[in-house]
């Protein structure tokens, strides 16, 4: 069965290869609140790739396409980011160009005596991906 298989690629020949898109730098943008997570996919549920804290730099990256192969936008308030070796998708809304004024910038001593691991880094991150912000509208 195998020779089979073989056999059949042998006679195919090479497949061609698609161009992967290429990645430009944009900008660099500062993590705003206080925990969060690079995501994979552009929504507030996908899997986390990574946890970043407030005031850490962030690459927004632009997609540029391959010759013949279009790139699929998404959402633009979802921005595709570099943070490390990482490369997945940030709500813009926790984005800002200059460095803010963080907690743990600001109350060192109390944000280490917090002594937090990394599970309470990750959950605390989701806890801000599900968080909605702005006004109520019940009266």
Known sequence: MIKRW???FALLGPLPLRAAPKKEILRVAYFRPIFGHVHRNPSRYSSSLTTISCGHPIKVLKL???KG???TVFNKVWHFVKVGPYEGY????YLKEKKPNCFQDRYPKYFDALELDLTEL???GRLYDQYVFGKSRVK
């Open 6 to 8: 073989l056999m059949i």
């Open 69 to 71: 192969r279009p790139v």
């Open 90 to 93: 940030i709500d813009g809304k």
């Open 122 to 124: 990750y959950y605390w």
């Open 64 to 66: 540029v396409p391959a």
